[in-house]
């Protein structure tokens, strides 16, 4: 066998494991996702994940943050139709980009009151707008990464 064969060689194995690492990645994440595990990221890194949450709309108003309503959990300037806050049980999406169902990318730079579970939370610009979000159940929310 000349160097040429055994360079041929070799490129068909390691493309026959990169197929079939492919093919077992594809049937992972199809089967985590039906089975609706909270902190998935940690089992298949570097995939989208998805859960489904309680999504509700707030303003930059003193009343309806903390003491420091112009920074987020992050210390990053809050921008209205752009920033959103997780509650704490996805904590771990600080910082991370998630596309949210009917209200399209956001920012992931804040975090709700402890209060909350598997909640997400959007910045608007004005009151009328929050009120008429409301709170609305079991939105698909699909993180994309940082």
Same mark, same amino acid.
């Given at each position: +066998?000349? #160097?040429?064969?055994?360079? *041929?060689?070799?490129?068909?194995?390691?493309?026959?494991?990169? *197929?079939?690492?492919?093919?077992?990645?594809? %049937?992972?994440?199809?089967? /985590?996702?039906?089975?609706?595990?909270? !902190?998935?990221?940690? /089992?298949?890194? +570097?995939? !989208? $994940?998805?859960?489904? +949450?309680? *999504?509700?709309? %707030?303003?930059?108003?003193?009343?309806?943050?903390?003491? #420091?309503?112009?920074?987020?959990?992050?210390? &990053? #300037?809050?921008?209205?139709?752009?920033?959103?806050? @997780?509650?704490?049980? %996805?904590?771990?999406? *600080? =910082? =991370?980009? @998630? %596309?949210?169902?009917?209200?399209?990318?956001?920012? $992931?730079?804040?975090?709700?009151? &402890?209060?909350?579970?598997?909640? /997400? #939370?959007?910045? $608007?610009?004005?009151?009328?707008?929050?009120?008429? /979000?409301?709170?609305? &159940?079991? @939105?698909? @929310?699909?993180?994309?990464?940082?």
């Amino acid at each position: +066998m000349n #160097d040429n064969s055994k360079m *041929l060689l070799l490129l068909f194995i390691i493309g026959i494991f990169n *197929l079939g690492l492919s093919f077992h990645n594809l %049937y992972m994440n199809k089967e /985590i996702h039906s089975a609706n595990i909270e !902190y998935r990221e940690s /089992i298949v890194p +570097m995939q !989208y $994940v998805s859960a489904n +949450m309680v *999504l509700s709309a %707030y303003t930059n108003a003193k009343n309806e943050t903390n003491e #420091d309503n112009t920074n987020t959990a992050i210390m &990053e #300037d809050i921008v209205v139709g752009w920033s959103c806050a @997780v509650s704490r049980d %996805y904590m771990h999406w *600080l =910082g =991370g980009r @998630v %596309y949210i169902k009917g209200y399209g990318v956001r920012y $992931v730079n804040d975090l709700m009151n &402890e209060r909350y579970k598997k909640g /997400i #939370d959007i910045c $608007v610009g004005t009151k009328k707008e929050a009120k008429r /979000i409301g709170r609305v &159940e079991n @939105v698909k @929310v699909v993180f994309l990464g940082r």
